[in-house]
């Protein structure tokens, strides 16, 4: 199948998915299902929070978005201890990715970069002590995460400024999914019957998830920029 045939068929396969998705939030017991599940993740405690975070680290090897981790992690144990949690288990699951990356799949990542051109470029552009560069494209979306991982992996950057630059660039990011899940959770406590929330609590809770989404807009946008003035070639200029 072309990529124009197969760029046809997508919007037809997300329809699909999402019908599918609706059918069985109709059909199946969903709901109990992610109740109990909840229920038995938080009797575990904080230590619960670790053990689910785990789960990022095959989510990483196996190209799976580990935002879900970050969703239910969150949602049932709150910022504190989900954040520590999946900052080590990400930071983990980024490192071994990169490892298979630079070993056992090398040849085949490799092969799929060079059919694409803008990851292509990028692979072009990281360098041995490219620290900034992949700071910049661990704040920046602009190419998607569990991706990155074995991207850099064929490229001359060496393992610990990988390690150092993937560890603090990812903290803005992670931080605003553990911090919108754990604003979830406690909006469902609310509704289901906990605690109300007066109108000055809703206020300074809307408050805080705004400013914590813009500023993590304004860092993605100035990586961006940055991102662009590294990775476009400068048109060599003569008399």
């Known amino acids: 199948m072309s990529a124009a045939d197969r760029g046809r068929w997508r919007p037809w ?20 299902w992610l109740e109990a599940l909840l229920a038995r993740a938080q009797a575990l405690g904080d230590a619960g929070a670790f053990l689910f975070a785990a789960l990022f ?19 049932a144990y709150g910022f504190w201890p989900t954040f520590p949690a999946v900052v080590l288990a990400s930071n983990l699951g980024a490192e071994l990715a990169f490892l298979l990356g630079r070993t056992l799949l090398r040849e085949r990542v490799h092969g799929w970069i060079c059919a694409r051109p803008r990851l292509a470029a990028v692979e072009r552009a990281v360098g041995a002590e490219s620290m900034r560069l992949v700071f910049l494209l661990r704040l920046s979306p602009l190419i998607p995460f569990n991706v990155l991982n074995y991207l850099l992996g064929v490229t001359p950057i ?18 605003l999914n553990c911090y919108a899940a754990a604003t979830l959770g406690e909006l469902g406590s609310a509704l289901e019957g906990g605690r109300p929330f007066g109108a000055l609590e809703w206020s300074l809770l809307a408050l805080r998830l705004v400013a ?26 003569g008399p």
């Open 57 to 75: 680290i095959p989510f990483c090897v196996l190209l799976l978005p580990g935002t879900t981790v970050t969703l239910f992690c969150g949602y």
């Open 13 to 32: 396969l997300a329809l699909a998915l999402l019908a599918a998705g609706l059918a069985a939030l109709f059909v199946l017991p969903l709901r109990s």
């Open 212 to 237: 914590t989404v813009l500023a993590i807009w304004f860092v993605g946008r100035r990586a961006r920029a940055a991102l662009r003035s590294t990775l476009t070639p400068e048109t060599p200029g």
């Open 158 to 175: 060496r393992f610990v400024p990988y390690a150092l630059a993937t560890f603090v660039g990812m903290l803005p990011g992670t931080a």
